[in-house]
C-alpha cells in the first residue's frame, strides 16, 4: 500500500471518527432537551390523566370488593344490626354486631389492598395521543407506562344514618367510610392517590317509634 493511500484512510477514518462524536454528542443533546420537555410540559398532564385513572379504577375496585364480601358473607341488615322493641312494636334500641362488623370490615381491607396491588398497569398507561391535547387523537398511539409502585393506608369505618321517611318511619343505613392510598409510578416520579368512598353496607325502613338509644359495643 503507498503511503498517500494509507494517509488518506487514515484521514477518512479521523473524519468518521469525529462524525460519530458529533452525532453521539447530537443525540445525548436531544434527549436531554425531549426529557425537559417532557419534564416541563408533559408531565403534569401524564400526571393529571394517571391520577383521574386511578382513582376511577380505585372508586370500582371499593364497590366490587364490598358488594363481594357482603355477598359471599351471606350478610344482610338483620346480620349486622339487633332491633329491639316493646310489646307495642316501638322501637326502643338498634345495636351493632359489633363481631360481625369488624370481621366484614377486616375482610373488605385485607380484599381491597389485594385488588388494589394487582390493578391493570394497561389501565393505568397514558395513551400519546391524549398529550396531544386533541380529541381526533385521544386514545391514540402507544401508552406511556404509569404503575402502581406500593399499595398505602386502607381504612375502613362504619356509621349508622337515620333519617325520617314518613309518619313513624325512620330510614336507617349502616354506612362504611373507606379511604384507600396507592402511590404511582410516572417515569421520573412517584405520586400519591387517595380515594374516598361511602358504601352502604345495609338499610331498611324502621316502622314504629324513631329509635332513641343505638348502641354499638366495642371499638
Not at 432537551?33 to 382513582?55: D, G, I, K, Q, Y
Not at 400519546?128 to 386533541?134: H, K, Q, V, Y
Request: net charge negative; proline share 3%.
Amino acid at each position: 500500500m503507498s503511503v498517500p493511500l494509507r494517509c488518506r484512510l487514515q484521514r477518512w477514518s479521523q473524519r468518521s471518527k469525529s462524525r460519530f462524536l458529533v452525532l453521539t454528542l447530537l443525540l445525548c443533546l436531544l434527549i436531554l432537551l425531549l426529557f425537559e420537555f417532557f419534564s416541563n410540559h408533559l408531565r403534569p398532564v401524564v400526571e393529571t390523566v394517571a391520577v383521574s385513572e386511578a382513582t376511577n379504577l380505585i372508586s370500582v375496585a371499593v364497590a366490587n370488593v364490598v358488594e363481594q364480601c357482603m355477598q359471599e358473607q351471606g350478610l344482610g341488615y338483620d346480620d349486622l344490626m339487633e332491633i329491639r322493641q316493646t310489646q307495642e312494636d316501638g322501637i326502643v334500641t338498634v345495636t351493632g354486631r359489633t363481631t360481625v362488623i369488624s370481621q366484614l370490615k377486616s375482610e373488605i381491607i385485607q380484599s381491597l389492598v389485594a385488588q388494589l396491588e394487582t390493578l391493570d398497569a394497561g389501565q393505568l398507561g397514558v395513551p400519546l395521543g391524549n398529550l396531544t391535547g386533541w380529541m381526533l387523537f385521544s386514545g391514540l398511539g402507544p401508552k406511556l407506562r404509569v404503575s402502581i409502585d406500593s399499595v398505602g393506608d386502607v381504612t375502613a369505618q362504619v356509621r349508622n344514618y337515620f333519617e325520617s321517611a314518613g309518619i313513624n318511619q325512620t330510614h336507617h343505613q349502616v354506612l362504611m367510610d373507606i379511604s384507600a392510598t396507592v402511590h404511582l409510578f410516572i417515569p421520573g416520579e412517584i405520586t400519591s392517590v387517595t380515594v374516598e368512598d361511602t358504601v352502604c353496607l345495609a338499610e331498611t325502613i324502621l316502622i314504629g317509634k324513631v329509635p332513641d338509644n343505638y348502641i354499638q359495643t366495642g371499638s
